[in-house]
């Protein structure tokens, strides 16, 4: 079967290729129904990387964001018709036996931290094409939510894998550090699943902080409230120097901090507080499966939906590369708003 796939090839340029995909009885046909754009997929189209990096991605299929409809399922897993995610994490065979991989296996932990892990959008191609073929166990089903709120189930599965590096019977007051998308999506998961946390949102802009109505706000260098036991910092990039020390200092003896900001660059931090305080610094990448499986629960909830609505800035029909480059100059030139603009085939 041959599909449209659109590939980023050099910085700034987006191509459509024709590709054939192979239908066993093992794969189930989707058509891809609603894409969001990444903070990473703006950094590979604006070449915003290691130019060695790129050239070994260079062209790559982005979006990892994606959701849609079975057309064919020979493996009986799912009907057509059936709304799905699509899973943009998968391992082999390796990450059961590779040694390795011995932590990985614990319930805070996951494959997607398997360091030879295939991730859509990143070490192979994304979901930026019309159909798509895989096996049923990269695809969860879920129910209620229309697209344009679906869609958003892979940010907050990474969310739910953060909060399963918490211990919660050992958190009594809680800071989340950013105010943009990823810090709000992380605070949907934090009060529509512990509604009695105590926590406060620490951010710079406050038209955004507006947004987390159901927490405390705060701004880090005007704070004088009480320290926590627990922070997370959604910020990355340039500024996550900042937060993370600001983090360092408003954290109490033995307090975990939790990392989720990327950046390209190495950022400096405060050593010497973290030995004195014995703070414990947890890294979270990406998701799994089972925070698939949970979120597609989570969408049940309308209180979520609701939640997540306003992060719908606009949906726009794609038919060419020229809607492609619109949606991508949309998000890219956003910079007041929590939210994206959606790409709908």
């Not at 290729?17 to 129904?33: G, P």
């Amino acid at each position: 079967m041959f599909i449209n796939i659109f590939k980023v090839t050099s910085p700034g340029v987006i191509e459509e290729f024709i590709d054939a995909i192979d239908l066993d009885d093992k794969s189930v046909l989707v058509k891809v129904d609603t894409m969001a754009i990444c903070k990473a997929d703006i950094r590979y189209f604006l070449g915003n990387r290691d130019i060695n990096v790129l050239n070994h991605k260079y062209p790559l299929a982005p979006i990892h964001e994606a959701v849609g409809h079975v057309i064919k399922d020979p493996t009986g897993t799912f009907k057509p018709g059936d709304k799905v995610i699509l899973v943009p994490n998968s391992v082999d065979e390796n990450y059961y036996t590779d040694k390795a991989n011995r932590r990985c296996f614990r319930k805070d932990l996951g494959d997607n931290y398997y360091q030879k892990a295939t991730f859509r959008s990143s070490t192979a191609d994304g979901f930026l094409r019309n159909f798509y073929a895989c096996s049923p166990d990269l695809l969860v089903k879920y129910e209620d939510a229309d697209p344009s709120i679906a869609v958003f189930s892979e940010l907050l599965s990474v969310a739910h894998a953060a909060i399963r590096r918490i211990d919660f019977n050992e958190v009594e007051k809680m800071a989340l550090f950013g105010d943009g998308i990823m810090a709000y999506i992380v605070y949907i998961m934090l009060v529509n699943n512990y509604p009695n946390l105590d926590l406060i949102v620490f951010g710079i802009d406050d038209n955004k902080l507006a947004c987390f109505k159901k927490a405390k706000i705060a701004k880090a260098n005007e704070y004088k409230g009480d320290k926590f036991d627990t922070l997370i910092e959604c910020v990355g990039g340039k500024f996550s120097e900042t937060a993370i020390n600001q983090m360092i200092d408003l954290a109490i003896p033995g307090a975990d901090l939790i990392l989720m900001g990327v950046s390209e660059d190495k950022v400096q931090i405060n050593t010497r507080v973290i030995l004195d305080k014995g703070l414990a610094l947890k890294g979270v990448t990406r998701s799994n499966k089972s925070d698939f499986e949970f979120v597609a629960k989570m969408l049940k909830n309308k209180e979520v939906v609701n939640d997540l609505s306003i992060m719908v800035l606009s949906k726009n029909k794609i038919n060419s590369v020229n809607d492609i480059y619109k949606c991508f100059d949309s998000d890219i030139n956003n910079k007041t708003l929590i939210g994206k603009n959606l790409m709908i085939w």
